[in-house]
């Protein structure tokens, strides 16, 4: 399969999360390329069983064309992780680093990697990682802006599509695993305040909805 291809699929699953059907349109602008374009493909991968579309009804992954999309998931999440515990890049480096390998490796070295890495769960920003048969581990949904305080949280995921942004948290010391205490939640979408470490820190709320936490579990 072409490398094109490949994209379009992992994309639409991609906004497939956010609605049923995803119009040409949003492709377009989520791929950078021409509404033309993108129905000239999308009837390529119609014919290719990748996808179901109907003009104007938008397009959706068939079963065949979401398997896909999860092995090819899979394969990036497991490059970013390699990249990031055995190669030293940080973790605003990986995703183009990974963007670029992931179309060029064989089967064979995903399964060496995987086995390297003791067959994780998450990738370096806590994003679930299917396994061979496709299934996703679970992941909290709940973000810190869900929080009331006081109450400490533990990072488990965090949106990876800006660089700048896990640079910002990375900045502040805060990565997957950090214990976070939610100190006070300010009225009407006012900041967070935070205790990372031993450091007071204010949080807007924007950056308070990309974060995804857990409870901190209680010692019994």
Not at 26 to 33: E, I, P, R, S, T
Not at 43 to 51: I, R
Not at 56 to 76: F, N, S, W
Not at 161 to 185: E, R
Request: glycine residues 4%; charged residues 30%.
């Amino acid at each position: 399969m072409s490398q094109a291809k490949e994209d379009y699929i992992k994309t639409i699953y991609k906004l497939q999360k956010e609605e049923d059907k995803v119009s040409t349109q949003k492709l377009a602008q989520m791929l950078g390329v021409s509404s033309p374009s993108v129905t000239k493909m999308i009837k390529k991968l119609k014919e290719e069983e990748w996808v179901d579309y109907t003009s104007y009804q938008g397009v959706a992954l068939t079963e065949k064309g979401r398997a896909k999309a999860l092995e090819m998931i899979r394969r990036h999440r497991l490059i970013e992780l390699y990249l990031h515990e055995k190669l030293g890049y940080t973790w605003d480096e990986v995703h183009e680093e990974a963007e670029a390998l992931e179309h060029h490796v064989s089967p064979r070295f995903i399964e060496r990697i995987e086995r390297i890495l003791n067959y994780p769960k998450f990738d370096p920003h806590g994003d679930p990682i299917p396994c061979k048969k496709g299934n996703l581990p679970t992941s909290s949904t709940i973000t810190l802006l869900d929080i009331q305080p006081p109450k400490e949280v533990i990072v488990t995921r965090v949106n990876d599509g800006n660089p700048k942004f896990l640079q910002y948290l990375a900045s502040m010391d805060l990565h997957i695993h950090t214990l976070v205490k939610v100190v006070k939640k300010a009225p009407f979408h006012g900041p967070m305040t935070l205790k990372i470490g031993d450091r007071l820190e204010m949080i807007g709320e924007e950056v308070c909805r990309q974060i995804y936490v857990k409870e901190k579990e209680e010692n019994v």
